[in-house]
């Protein structure tokens, strides 16, 4: 497999992973040395932002006790970005926070340290490129 098709199946692994939150064993072992690239991560995040304005996902999660636990990004057409966290503060209680940026890269840093806290299915990420 050349370098370009390794690249695009990292790419839909780690779509996967984001949307779904895990991989299976297999895919885990496909990524390079078993880890996120950070900057295969980016380039995943930010090709889907432009497209739906939205990561992971193509609209807004629920807000609230609604939306259960998760981060999202969001990018606005004027290009200002967010990072929603919606947090358990209690058993099955939901705080929403939005967390202004001061661009889309900036988002998309937060983002990936905010789920490297034990977010991405225990995988690292490999931030030295």
């Known amino acids: 497999m050349d370098q370009h098709s390794d690249i695009g199946n990292e790419k839909e692994l780690l ?12 895919e885990r072992r496909s990524l390079p040395g078993g880890k996120v ?7 995943v995040i930010l090709e889907w ?8 996902g193509e609209h807004q ?3 609230g006790d609604s939306g ?5 990004l969001e990018l ?9 966290l919606n947090e ?22 937060r983002f990936l340290q905010y789920r ?5 299915d225990g995988l690292e990420i490999l931030w030295d490129l």
């Open 37 to 43: 690239r950070a900057c295969i991560a980016y380039e």
């Open 76 to 84: 606005t057409h004027d290009g200002r970005a967010f990072l929603h």
């Open 61 to 63: 999660s629920g807000v």
């Open 68 to 72: 259960g636990s998760y981060s999202q």
């Open 15 to 26: 779509l996967k992973l984001f949307h779904r939150g895990h991989i299976n064993v297999p």
């Open 88 to 109: 358990e503060y209690a058993l099955e209680r939901y705080d929403h926070k939005v967390i202004s940026c001061k661009n889309v890269d900036d988002a998309i840093v």
């Open 116 to 120: 490297s806290g034990g977010d991405l």
């Open 49 to 56: 932002l432009k497209s739906f304005g939205w990561f992971p």
